[in-house]
Nanobody, 124 residues
Framework: QVQLVESGGGLVQAGGSLRLSCAAD????????MGWFRQAPGKERELVAA????????AYADSVKGRFTISTDNAKITVYLQMNSLKPEDTAVYYC?????????????????WGQGTQVTVSS
């Protein structure tokens, strides 16, 4: 079991920045690929960024490349999402997720562990 608690969401003007944090509770954090997903109203949940369990590779949605950065602090068992140059279309509920141990992939579904989500609203 992995419990995930997100924080850092809020309201920001376009062009601004936010940093999301996801605190994990579990001894297997360092063996899991971690990801950030988001779901906007009326849209499906989508992968925003992921970092492999070895912490040697990252992946980003095309829409956020160059603006968002995912990182982890294994000592604090926390994963971060630094979001810069925010746009109104980034408005969504952002979810932290943890994949299966020793897998380089993270599923957008029941096989992953999920946090409760944090709202990010970007005003124009």
């Amino acid at each position: 079991q992995v419990q995930l608690v997100e924080s850092g969401g809020g309201l920001v003007q376009a062009g601004g920045s936010l940093r999301l944090s996801c605190a994990a509770d579990g001894r297997t954090f360092s063996t899991r690929t971690m990801g950030w997903f988001r779901q906007a109203p009326g849209k499906e949940r989508e992968l925003v960024a992921a970092i492999t369990w070895r912490r040697d590779r990252t992946a980003y949605a095309d829409s956020v490349k160059g603006r968002f950065t995912i990182s982890t602090d294994n000592a604090k068992i926390t994963v971060y999402l630094q979001m810069n140059s925010l746009k109104p279309e980034d408005t969504a509920v952002y979810y932290c997720a943890a994949g299966s141990p020793y897998s380089d992939y993270i599923e957008n579904g029941e096989s992953s562990y999920w946090g409760q989500g944090t709202q990010v609203t970007v005003s124009s």
